[in-house]
């Protein structure tokens, strides 16, 4: 069954982990690929820290509004 997120809960760990961190993290979906070593390392390189979206949230992807049209 899909997993319902609070979006605003979403949003409160993204501010703590700029705040924690002093750096701005890539919010990215669950494609296989953006857990690969690689994009990992890409974006730790530009001094950043990657967050995933929960899965099944599609009311916190913002691409998901557009295809609804």
């Known amino acids: 069954p899909p997993v319902h997120f ?3 809960l979403f949003l409160t760990l993204s501010n703590f982990a700029y705040t924690k ?3 701005r993290p890539v919010i ?3 494609l296989r ?6 994009v990992g390392e890409l974006i ?10 929960p899965p ?9 509004k557009m295809w609804q049209r």
């Open 6 to 8: 609070p979006s605003h």
């Open 33 to 38: 690929t953006h857990h690969c070593n690689f």
């Open 21 to 23: 961190f002093y750096t």
């Open 44 to 53: 730790r390189a530009k001094g950043a820290i990657s967050l995933y979206l």
């Open 56 to 64: 099944y949230s599609p009311d916190l992807n913002p691409i998901e």
């Open 28 to 30: 990215m979906d669950n």
